[in-house]
C-alpha cells in the first residue's frame, strides 16, 4: 500500500484565501448597509410658540393630476402626493408615528413625523407661520421642513432627503386634511 503525502497549504496560499474571505465580507457589510441606510435624523421634541400667522397661503406650480392620494388609518392625515413617490409607515422610532414618501431612483425620502408630545428636530430652526389653504396654522422652515398642529398631534414634514421635491412638499403641505 502506498502512502500518499498531501503537501500543507502554502503561506500565500492562506494569504489569499484570507483576503478573498475579508473582500466578501465586506461587499456583504457595505450591501446591507447601503440597502437599510436611512440618513439619522436626530429628534428633538418641543412645541412651538403661539404666533399670529400671516394670513398668506403657500402657492405652487406643481402638477397634481397625476397625484394619488394617501389616507392614513391610524391618524387623522390625509395628503395627496406625486405617484413617483411610495408610502411605507415606521413606528421603530420611539413617540413617532412616521409615514414615509420616498423612491429609490434618485433616492428621494419626505418623512412626516406624527406625535402627541411635540415637533421633530425644529427646536433650533426659525421658522415663518402662514395658513394652508385648508386653514391649518403652518410653521415654514426653509421650505424644506413645515410642522402643522392640530388637536393633540404634532405633525412634522420633513423634506430635508427630498430636496428636489421643494415644490411638492409644499403643495402638500397646502393641501394636507389633518381632521
Known sequence: MKLTHHSTPSRSFILLTFIVLCAVYAALVLT?????????????????????????????????????????????????HPESLTVDV???????????????????????????EGFAGTAALAGSDFITSNGYTATNYDNIIYTIKVGEYFYTFDGTNAPNLQNELAEIINTVTLD
Open 90 to 116: 415606521n413606528t421603530e422610532l420611539e413617540g413617532y408615528y412616521i409615514v414615509d414618501l420616498s423612491r429609490t431612483t434618485p433616492r428621494t425620502s419626505i418623512k412626516i413625523f406624527i406625535s402627541d
Open 32 to 80: 446591507r448597509i447601503n440597502r437599510v441606510y436611512e440618513p439619522e435624523v436626530e429628534v428633538v421634541t418641543t412645541e412651538q410658540p403661539t404666533q399670529s400667522p400671516q394670513t398668506e397661503t403657500i402657492t405652487t406650480d406643481v402638477d397634481t393630476t397625476d397625484w394619488e392620494v394617501y389616507n392614513d388609518d391610524q391618524f387623522p392625515l390625509i395628503i395627496s
